[in-house]
């Protein structure tokens, strides 16, 4: 088993960057992937990197602005957001799963908390 727990979330300008920071409670070789979720609309997936980082997938909507990427030695998941749009604005949670990248939420077993990223246009 691992904890999560997500960092970074604050209010941003449309065009503004964010860095999103997941720590987990031990070290693992868990894929591990960002999904968000907006009021009233079901948590979608952001992005996923495998164990060793060789291997990343992102959702159309994030492609070519946001960067996942970690750090192993410090158990710590990162999300790089830039050129950020106020469809963006949405509690960021971050998954850990077993097994290839994937964007399927039922296939992650844990997660974090979530933090909070809000856009202003």
């Known amino acids: 088993q691992v904890q999560l727990v997500e960092s970074g979330g604050g209010l941003v300008q449309a065009g503004d960057s964010l860095r999103l920071s997941c720590a987990a409670s031990?070290?693992?070789?868990?894929?591990m992937g960002w999904f968000r979720q907006a009021p009233g609309k079901e948590r979608e997936f952001v992005a996923a990197?495998?164990?060793?980082?060789?291997?990343?997938y992102y959702a159309d909507s994030v492609k070519g602005r946001f960067t996942i990427s970690r750090d192993n030695a410090k158990n710590t998941v990162y999300l790089q957001m830039n050129s950020l749009k106020p469809e963006d604005t949405a509690v960021y949670y971050c998954?850990?799963?077993?097994?290839?990248?994937?964007?399927?939420?039922?296939?992650?077993?844990?997660w974090g908390q979530g933090t909070q990223v809000t856009v202003s246009s």
């Open positions: 990197i495998n164990w060793n980082g060789g291997n990343t």
């Open positions: 998954a850990a799963k077993i097994g290839p990248v994937d964007g399927q939420v039922y296939e992650y077993d844990y």
């Open positions: 031990r070290r693992s070789s868990y894929t």
